[in-house]
């Protein structure tokens, strides 16, 4: 039953309230407002609910205001779901927890939520010092650079110089908008211009645009760009601007903040793309955290759960982004190259609505699985004949590294014994360490078996070169004794056939990098390569989206470089 009430309806039924609620958790985050006529919406996470009893939420980015929540102040939460705007009653918080250096919090069910049909006109402004650059291009190439002013999920306003009127004047059809976060995130979306209004002492226009066209990924990347706008213009009044914690959209690559970790001699702008160069801070740590090893010391608990929640944020902006700057870090020491592939191909395989510490669980324990290895002798890696003494010194890898995780009070034992307890086993008991078999082996380590050898495949070894992602499919489907075919043929379906990531020999005789894939599979985007060699700033050239088999030809085949 709906009953009208001001612009919005109120929704009571529990199905379709559950329903609602499951987008917004999917979506991976909503807003928070307090119950005062002066509070602004802040981001969230809603991590999951128990239908009736209660909600779930990662409060972690509002630690500021939980004193007053825990003392009875009522919020409303407020997110997108199904192409609507979904605003909650006033909750109150039940439960609070700290874990991990995460504050996870409890509050009372909804019985009904409020929806907008229409959406909500909701705009972000950009406060002075926060520069978002945005590029127009119109349909004859000719473009034109500017600014963000403001976004919302219609649409944003951009400030753009008075010679950007005759682009503006070609169609009245859509025209393409890029943005350039300083963090080096880009978003690309087509937009037709509604309105606009002329600054002539400033030489300056004001446009309006609205977004035509999104997909429901893009609708996703909006609402974030969205909410972490709002959560650094907060940050700009003085009076909180130490208790806030900064976007990550906003934190510009190299520049020292006091939670930035060392990212040693590393040359950041040697690599591909600027998620690849985001990268490098996680692949910073995962290789100081191997010397750490060697002397003696524990995972460091506190960065390992940072650095999880960075790729967990990487992987909402952009997946396949992500998916692709794996691919670029062979600069990197192999260990640390293969922990971050897994950890993320792994989030990606299995993590759709799992619960948020569940899926950071699952990357923290892809990104540490092989670092245990660090700590056996070397010399089984550089045996010409693997024996079988050399075999029971590797399998002890893996009790050596989770007796360095004691102190990650805040990581799932289960997952980290089903991850790296369970990566190595195979379903005819040949594997280690416990040489378990068949349905004795977690669902979740069957699929990190899959995607581990998937990843080390990819890559040389002393015995064999890196093999195609074709081949690598093969050699899992010969061996259903080993690796379980469901989810074999369930990595097959969601990474595709030619997956992001792989280098491509396209009928035009030109090589390019997968960047993006459309629905049936096909590349959408690639990026030009000279060679076949890994992916770097200096050997990639310019990027085709849309029309590839129109300007390349099709696919011939994959060709195999070790990345």
Same mark, same amino acid.
Request: with cysteine; hydrophobic share 40%.
């Given at each position: 039953?709906?009953?009208?009430?001001?612009?919005?309806?109120?929704?009571?039924?529990?199905?379709?309230?559950?329903?609602?609620?499951?987008?917004?958790?999917?979506?991976?985050?909503?807003?928070?407002?307090?119950?005062?006529?002066?509070?602004?919406?802040?981001?969230?996470?809603?991590?999951?609910?128990?239908?009736?009893?209660?909600?779930?939420?990662?409060?972690?980015?509002?630690?500021?205001?939980?004193?007053?929540?825990?003392?009875?102040?009522?919020?409303?939460?407020?997110?997108?779901?199904?192409?609507?705007?979904?605003?909650?009653?006033?909750?109150?918080?039940?439960?609070?927890?700290?874990?991990?250096?995460?504050?996870?919090?409890?509050?009372?069910?909804?019985?009904?939520?409020?929806?907008?049909?229409?959406?909500?006109?909701?705009?972000?402004?950009?406060?002075?010092?926060?520069?978002?650059?945005?590029?127009?291009?119109? $349909?004859?190439?000719?473009?034109?650079?500017?600014?963000?002013?403001?976004?919302?999920?219609?649409?944003?306003?951009?400030?753009?110089?008075?010679?950007?009127?005759?682009?503006?004047?070609?169609?009245?059809?859509?025209?393409?908008?890029?943005?350039?976060?300083?963090?080096?995130?880009?978003?690309?979306?087509?937009?037709?211009?509604?309105?606009?209004?002329?600054?002539?002492?400033?030489?300056?226009? !004001?446009?309006?645009?609205?977004?035509?066209?999104?997909?429901? $990924?893009?609708?996703?990347?909006?609402?974030?760009?969205?909410?972490?706008?709002?959560?650094?213009?907060?940050?700009?009044?003085?009076?909180?601007?130490?208790?806030?914690?900064?976007?990550?959209?906003?934190?510009?690559?190299?520049?020292?903040?006091?939670?930035?970790?060392?990212?040693?001699?590393?040359?950041?702008? !040697?690599?591909?793309?600027?998620?690849?160069?985001?990268?490098?801070?996680?692949?910073?740590?995962?290789?100081?955290?191997?010397?750490?090893?060697?002397?003696?010391?524990?995972?460091?608990?506190?960065?390992?759960?940072?650095?999880?929640?960075?790729?967990?944020?990487?992987?909402?902006?952009?997946?396949?982004?992500?998916?692709?700057?794996?691919?670029?870090?062979?600069?990197?020491?192999?260990?640390?190259?293969?922990?971050?592939?897994?950890?993320?191909?792994?989030?990606?395989?299995?993590?759709?609505?799992?619960?948020?510490?569940?899926?950071?669980?699952?990357?923290?324990?892809?990104?540490?699985?092989?670092?245990?290895?660090?700590?056996?002798?070397?010399?089984?890696?550089?045996?010409?004949?693997?024996?079988?003494?050399?075999?029971?010194?590797?399998?002890?890898?893996?009790?050596?590294?989770?007796?360095?995780?004691?102190?990650?009070?805040?990581?799932?034992?289960?997952?980290?014994?089903?991850?790296?307890?369970?990566?190595?086993?195979?379903?005819?008991?040949?594997?280690?360490?416990?040489?378990?078999?068949?349905?004795?082996?977690?669902?979740?380590?069957?699929?990190?078996?899959?995607?581990?050898?998937?990843?080390?495949?990819?890559?040389?070894?002393?015995?064999?070169?890196?093999?195609?992602?074709?081949?690598?499919?093969?050699?899992?489907?010969?061996?259903?004794?080993?690796?379980?075919?469901?989810?074999?043929?369930?990595?097959?379906?969601?990474?595709?056939?030619?997956?992001?990531?792989?280098?491509?020999?396209?009928?035009?005789?030109?090589?390019?990098?997968?960047?993006?894939?459309?629905?049936?599979?096909?590349?959408?985007?690639?990026?030009?390569?000279?060679?076949?060699?890994?992916?770097?700033?200096?050997?990639?050239?310019?990027?085709?989206?849309?029309?590839?088999?129109?300007?390349?030809?099709?696919?011939?085949?994959?060709?195999?470089?070790?990345?």
């Amino acid at each position: 039953m709906a009953v009208q009430q001001d612009e919005y309806e109120s929704v009571t039924s529990p199905s379709v309230i559950s329903s609602l609620l499951n987008t917004m958790i999917e979506s991976g985050g909503v807003t928070l407002c307090l119950a005062t006529p002066d509070a602004r919406p802040e981001p969230v996470v809603l991590m999951e609910q128990h239908a009736g009893e209660t909600l779930v939420m990662d409060l972690s980015s509002v630690d500021y205001l939980l004193s007053r929540l825990q003392q009875g102040e009522q919020f409303f939460l407020r997110g997108q779901s199904q192409g609507k705007v979904v605003r909650t009653p006033l909750l109150s918080l039940t439960e609070t927890r700290r874990s991990g250096g995460r504050f996870l919090c409890c509050s009372n069910y909804p019985s009904s939520v409020e929806v907008l049909q229409r959406r909500e006109s909701y705009r972000a402004e950009l406060r002075m010092g926060m520069v978002v650059s945005a590029l127009v291009v119109g $349909e004859s190439g000719e473009s034109a650079q500017g600014e963000l002013r403001d976004l919302s999920q219609d649409g944003c306003q951009l400030e753009l110089p008075l010679t950007a009127s005759g682009i503006l004047a070609e169609t009245q059809y859509s025209l393409k908008l890029a943005f350039t976060f300083p963090s080096g995130t880009y978003f690309e979306v087509n937009g037709v211009a509604r309105h606009q209004k002329t600054d002539p002492e400033r030489h300056m226009l !004001r446009v309006g645009f609205r977004f035509a066209g999104c997909t429901s $990924e893009q609708e996703r990347q909006i609402w974030y760009f969205v909410c972490e706008i709002e959560r650094e213009a907060a940050r700009y009044k003085k009076e909180v601007q130490e208790e806030r914690q900064p976007s990550p959209l906003f934190e510009q690559p190299g520049k020292r903040t006091p939670d930035t970790e060392h990212i040693g001699r590393r040359d950041i702008r !040697r690599y591909a793309t600027p998620m690849a160069r985001r990268l490098v801070k996680v692949a910073a740590y995962l290789d100081a955290q191997l010397l750490m090893l060697q002397q003696g010391s524990d995972i460091d608990s506190r960065q390992l759960s940072r650095n999880a929640d960075r790729l967990l944020m990487l992987h909402e902006e952009d997946r396949e982004g992500l998916l692709f700057a794996t691919r670029c870090l062979s600069l990197e020491p192999l260990l640390v190259r293969h922990g971050i592939a897994v950890a993320v191909h792994l989030l990606d395989l299995v993590g759709a609505n799992m619960p948020r510490d569940v899926r950071k669980a699952i990357v923290a324990s892809g990104l540490v699985h092989d670092l245990g290895k660090a700590l056996i002798p070397q010399v089984v890696f550089k045996a010409p004949n693997f024996e079988a003494t050399h075999r029971q010194a590797l399998s002890e890898h893996v009790s050596l590294l989770m007796a360095r995780l004691h102190t990650c009070q805040w990581l799932s034992a289960t997952v980290a014994q089903a991850v790296i307890g369970g990566i190595n086993e195979r379903l005819d008991g040949s594997g280690y360490p416990a040489g378990i078999t068949g349905d004795d082996i977690n669902e979740l380590a069957k699929a990190s078996a899959v995607v581990d050898v998937v990843e080390a495949m990819r890559r040389d070894r002393p015995d064999r070169p890196a093999r195609t992602a074709q081949q690598i499919y093969r050699h899992l489907l010969a061996h259903p004794h080993q690796f379980d075919r469901r989810w074999m043929r369930r990595y097959v379906e969601h990474f595709k056939v030619l997956p992001v990531g792989s280098l491509a020999l396209f009928s035009s005789d030109q090589l390019a990098w997968i960047l993006r894939l459309d629905d049936s599979g096909a590349p959408a985007e690639v990026v030009l390569a000279q060679a076949a060699e890994p992916p770097m700033r200096d050997n990639l050239g310019s990027v085709l989206r849309g029309d590839v088999f129109e300007r390349l030809g099709k696919p011939v085949r994959e060709v195999a470089v070790s990345t």
